[in-house]
């Protein structure tokens, strides 16, 4: 079974720019994480998409926004891009049925530089 | 405020004996914990969980115990091997509809030969 993939591994954008990651869950995998991992705040949540509609939020502004398809594909957009923005973004899957704990399975991330 | 907190940022064993990688919560909301480990360039891969309707979990090498009145779970690891030295995260969800995971912010595992 194919694990998480995200794409691209490696972005170098400019300030001011917006940027689009895209995740493919594992199959069957109806739920879909969005985390930012950075050395100083560790791994914050971002978002969660189930069923193409965003399930909850965490506490990042506006200019983080994400989408999910009825694939369970997922992406996610970042506008006018900040020096603070440069992270690694990280999409993780789970089953998603709240009527049990899922695991959360991570992909190997993006690694997002803004110059 | 740091709702999962894992105090230790590095640790370091000898191979063979015993790791204990240690973490706290503040959130009584919390009913599902896990354990992830992550190398660098990788995405954090799932070791172990434990639901808090219980105190102890094995998988192998691997042992999670959770002391829900302290607000305390600990990860030991036995025996030790050089293959384990990676960031241990641990990561609390909460009740409610959302598979959101609160992370503390690591602990490096360093096991010598």
């Known amino acids: 079974k194919a694990g998480v993939t995200q794409t691209p591994r490696y972005l170098i954008k400019t300030r001011g720019q917006q940027v689009t990651l895209s995740c493919s869950p594992i199959?069957?995998?109806?739920?879909v994480s969005w985390y930012q991992q950075t050395p100083g705040q560790g791994l914050q949540f971002l978002f969660e998409y189930f069923s193409e509609t965003q399930r909850n939020k965490g506490n990042f502004p506006g200019r983080f926004s994400g989408r999910q398809f009825s694939n369970s594909r997922s992406e996610m957009n970042v506008s006018t891009l900040e020096l603070g923005d440069s992270a690694l973004y990280l999409c993780?899957?789970?089953?998603?049925?709240?009527?049990?704990?899922?695991?959360?399975?991570f992909g190997a991330g993006t690694r997002l530089s803004v110059l | 405020d740091q709702q999962v907190k894992q105090n230790s940022p590095s640790l370091s064993v000898q191979e063979g004996r015993i790791s204990i990688l240690n973490c706290d919560y503040t959130?009584?909301?919390?009913?599902?914990f896990l354990w992830y480990k992550k190398y660098p360039a990788e995405g954090p891969t799932f070791l172990i969980s434990?639901?808090?309707?219980?105190d102890k979990n094995e998988d192998g090498r691997f042992t999670v115990f959770l002391n829900k009145s302290a607000k305390h779970l600990s990860l030991h690891i036995v025996p030790s091997q050089p293959g384990d030295s990676a960031v241990y995260f641990c990561?609390?969800?909460?009740?409610?509809?959302?598979?959101?995971?609160?992370f503390g912010k690591g602990t490096k595992l360093t096991v010598n030969p």
């Open positions: 199959s069957g995998h109806r739920s």
């Open positions: 959130n009584s909301m919390f009913d599902y």
């Open positions: 990561a609390a969800s909460a009740k409610g509809g959302s598979e959101k995971l609160v």
């Open positions: 993780a899957s789970s089953g998603g049925r709240l009527v049990a704990k899922n695991i959360q399975y």
């Open positions: 434990i639901s808090s309707i219980k």
